[in-house]
């Protein structure tokens, strides 16, 4: 008995040690900034721009991102008031958008006492005209929008059962913050800080000009733009999210960085898959594709289908429905009409960058086309994000179905698994391009 006495209690101590390392070990965070992210109405006269990390940090050393015309003027060198209080002198004008970021991937200097580098931490705001009053949220306002917040998840938000999260839990959490908030601002960024638990990238906020992030995660794409000059050859850039080039044996290269809504982006990559109609084989590169809209992907998607072809289904969150969601629905991709139809060998280049319409993309050819798709996984995140307008001016963007490859596997946090799977890491992309060199090798 007193041995088991004697385990249970080493347990206990090794428990806690384990604990207390991990949150020794984790990365600062900003807690606090005046101003702080989507604030309006800020003092023009406001000299000291002041951060607020959550523990103790390096005094020799800091980072204050940006540049350009909405970059504040400095006027003397950042000092650390404490150890966890940063000031930046500046000067400000009345009417002005300002941006910064404190630390980012091009510079971490903000670190902890032991070193760790701060999460990087956007902040942007505007400082009000003559005459013009700093918006207010009174009590009452914020638990009205946190009500209305609480519906929106429950009801629209189509990953809420999805992700292992105790809402009750996770509003209790954060509850104090929203009761305090004392400005539509000060509701937006702890709206936020909520949406992170998802992990889920459609969500996010938005407040006037101002976008503030829900889930976050971080991608390293198995591609390096920097390269294409080098490795493909008669290269032309007839967009900038457009890149094509041939080969010497003919086969043809289309680089689409984005499924963006231009029409000029659309129509530059129509314009050089109609050059490559006689290519024994073109090789389709969306590695650095993180979507955008649908549509223009299913129109290009198009080209290269007989007949049409399911490649996805979804539903929708409906809380009067068994289950909280809709029936399932096909979506799919049919040939795009008064466009020529390419007829030749394809492969499709993607990676963990792909996600949302771009993974639709990477189905429709897959399923459509009957393409090979080469590379590595991609992110596994697609939601058709729409918006929901709180009574205090905040707009929470939810993601609103789940989405499904055909045979009804589950695309959220899972991903879409390559025909030929060819890892790729940052060392080797410096120099060379293992995935474009096996889509040729499968032409």
């Given at each position: 008995m007193g041995d088991r006495r004697g385990v249970r209690a080493f347990a206990a101590v090794v428990a806690v040690l384990y604990a207390a390392a991990t949150l020794w070990a984790a990365p600062p965070r900003v807690v606090g900034a005046m101003p702080d992210m989507a604030e309006t109405g800020v003092d023009p006269g406001l000299t000291e721009i002041v951060i607020t990390f959550d523990q103790e940090m390096q005094p020799g050393g800091q980072s204050i991102c940006g540049g350009g015309p909405t970059f504040p003027e400095l006027t003397g060198a950042p000092v650390w008031r404490d150890p966890r209080t940063l000031v930046i002198p500046v000067r400000l004008v009345p009417g002005k958008r300002y941006d910064l970021s404190i630390n980012c991937s091009a510079a971490k200097n903000c670190r902890s006492a032991r070193g760790e580098p701060a999460e990087p931490y956007p902040i942007s705001f505007r400082t009000r005209d003559e005459g013009e009053t700093a918006p207010a949220l009174t009590p009452e306002q914020a638990r009205a929008c946190l009500d209305e917040l609480r519906r929106a998840i429950d009801e629209r938000y189509a990953y809420r059962d999805d992700r292992g999260l105790n809402w009750d839990d996770l509003f209790e959490q954060h509850h104090a913050e929203f009761e305090s908030a004392a400005t539509p601002a000060a509701f937006a960024r702890a709206t936020s800080r909520l949406l992170g638990w998802t992990g889920d990238l459609h969500c996010h906020v938005r407040i006037g000009e101002f976008v503030l992030p829900g889930g976050k995660r971080a991608v390293d794409p198995n591609f390096n733009g920097r390269l294409l000059d080098?490795?493909?050859?008669?290269?032309?850039?007839?967009?900038?999210?457009?890149?094509?080039?041939?080969?010497?044996?003919?086969?043809?290269?289309?680089?689409?960085?984005?499924?963006?809504?231009?029409?000029?982006?659309?129509?530059?990559?129509?314009?050089?898959?109609?050059?490559?109609?006689?290519?024994?084989?073109?090789?389709?590169?969306?590695?650095?594709?993180?979507?955008?809209?649908?549509?223009?992907?299913?129109?290009?998607?198009?080209?290269?289908?007989?007949?049409?072809?399911?490649?996805?289904?979804?539903?929708?969150?409906?809380?009067?429905?068994?289950?909280?969601?809709?029936?399932?629905?096909?979506?799919?991709?049919?040939?795009?009409?008064?466009?020529?139809?390419?007829?030749?060998?394809?492969?499709?280049?993607?990676?963990?960058?792909?996600?949302?319409?771009?993974e639709s993309f990477l189905l429709m050819m897959r399923h459509g086309a009957g393409a090979k798709l080469i590379g590595e996984k991609s992110w596994g995140s697609s939601g058709n994000p729409k918006p929901i307008e709180l009574s205090c001016g905040v707009t929470v963007v939810l993601s609103s179905w789940r989405d499904f490859e055909p045979d009804g596997t589950l695309l959220e946090g899972r991903g879409i698994e390559p025909d030929v799977r060819v890892p790729a890491s940052r060392q080797d992309l410096q120099t060379t391009d293992s995935v474009l060199e096996a889509g040729l090798k499968e032409l």
């Open positions: 080098k490795l493909v050859p008669n290269l032309a850039k007839p967009h900038n999210a457009v890149v094509h080039g041939r080969f010497p044996d003919g086969v043809g290269y289309i680089l689409i960085a984005g499924w963006g809504s231009d029409p000029a982006l659309a129509a530059a990559a129509h314009a050089a898959l109609d050059s490559m109609l006689d290519a024994p084989g073109v090789i389709i590169d969306v590695r650095p594709n993180s979507g955008g809209d649908e549509l223009v992907a299913r129109g290009f998607a198009g080209r290269f289908v007989a007949e049409p072809a399911v490649y996805s289904r979804n539903q929708y969150r409906d809380p009067a429905a068994a289950g909280g969601l809709g029936p399932m629905i096909d979506r799919v991709v049919p040939p795009t009409p008064d466009r020529p139809r390419y007829t030749g060998r394809l492969a499709v280049l993607m990676g963990p960058a792909c996600m949302s319409s771009c």
